[in-house]
């Protein structure tokens, strides 16, 4: 059976991707940003800030396309996908409550 997709489904299915391309870019500017700073001042919080979004941002690429390769349930990747995120945004939280 072939499913045919109105224009404005695949519009809608063109934003979504496009969207969540740049969220990955602007993600990975940010660990850039974040690791440079650590290596020019050798910030533990900058090291920690960086390591929190790669979590966010990387695993939630990967298990993306973990999701789409292989045949991996989608609540398995959207518990791979969580626990990644709870554990950046924890090391995010424990660089802002760190001394410099």
Do not use: H, K, W
């Not at 063109?14 to 660990?31: E, N, P, W």
């Not at 974040?34 to 690429?61: C, H």
């Not at 993306?64 to 709870?86: C, K, N, T």
């Amino acid at each position: 059976m072939i499913v045919q997709l109105s224009d404005i489904e695949l519009t809608a299915r063109t934003l979504v991707m496009a969207s969540q391309i740049l969220v990955i870019l602007l993600g990975f500017t940010i660990v850039y940003i974040a690791f440079q700073g650590y290596r020019r001042n050798r910030s533990r919080p900058m090291l920690f800030i960086a390591v929190g979004f790669t979590l966010i941002i990387g695993v939630q690429a990967i298990s993306a396309g973990v999701y789409v390769v292989f045949d991996v349930s989608e609540l398995a990747a959207g518990a791979v996908s969580q626990a990644a995120q709870l554990s950046g945004l924890i090391c995010i939280l424990y660089a802002l409550r760190m001394e410099g």
